[in-house]
Each structure stands twice: as structure tokens, then as C-alpha cells.
């Protein structure tokens, strides 16, 4: 599901009024998405798609990023992450799950100074 790029399986899960659980049997192919799910997706998408066309109207870095709840809040008001920065393996982990490969994550804020 190209939408699973850009929310959780819990997020996803709410706006589609199912249970998380759902959402990850039909990512497993262990049951059939149902048709009439495909319109909310459609939805769904376009608007991450209109939303992704609007100019930033600010920059930011995240740093100490966890799994991107910041960011997701930052990017919900058209901000636009230019660096990311997590140590957490795993955090760092589900921070490309929930934002993809498209955010380059620097290891150590060390990572980030000059020089």
C-alpha cells in the first residue's frame, strides 16, 4: 500500500475506522484488501499528494528525532525537515518506516557539525 509510506499502521488504521491489526493482515496478503477500502485510499493519498505540492513555509531540523512525532507535527503545519538526526538503531528503524527512504538520517548530531 503506497500509503503506508507516509503514516503508520496505527494512524492509517484510525482514519480508516479498522483495527491496526487489519492493516498489517492485509500488508501480509493474509486477507484480501475489500474494494470498498480502495476510495479512502484514493482519498487519502491524493491529499498527501496536495499537501506535498504546497511550499514549506518554514525549515527545520530534526534533531534527537525518535520516531518523527515532531516532525509529523512540524509537517502538519507545512514545514519541511532538510536533516534528520537519531543514534537509536531501532528508533531510527521505525522513523524510515513512518517516513521512508527519502529522509537520510544522520547517526550522532556529532555527525552534523563541520569539519
Known amino acids: 500500500m503506497k500509503v503506508r509510506k507516509h503514516f503508520t499502521q496505527r494512524v492509517l488504521a484510525d482514519k480508516l475506522d ?3 491489526k487489519t492493516i498489517s493482515r492485509w500488508e501480509n496478503r493474509q486477507i484480501p484488501l475489500p474494494l470498498y477500502i480502495e476510495p479512502a485510499l484514493r482519498d487519502i493519498l491524493r491529499g498527501i499528494c496536495e499537501n506535498h505540492h504546497q511550499e514549506a513555509s518554514f525549515t527545520f531540523i530534526d534533531l534527537f528525532a525518535g520516531i518523527g512525532g515532531i516532525r ?3 509537517e502538519s503545519v507545512s514545514g519541511k525537515a532538510v536533516s534528520t538526526s537519531e543514534w537509536n538503531p531501532r528508533a531510527q528503524k521505525t522513523y524510515t518506516a513512518n517516513f521512508g527512504e527519502e529522509s537520510p538520517i544522520v547517526g550522532n548530531v556529532v555527525g552534523l557539525r563541520n569539519g
Do not use: A, I, Q, W
Request: net charge positive.
Open 72 to 74: 509529523k507535527g512540524f
Open 18 to 20: 479498522v483495527n491496526r
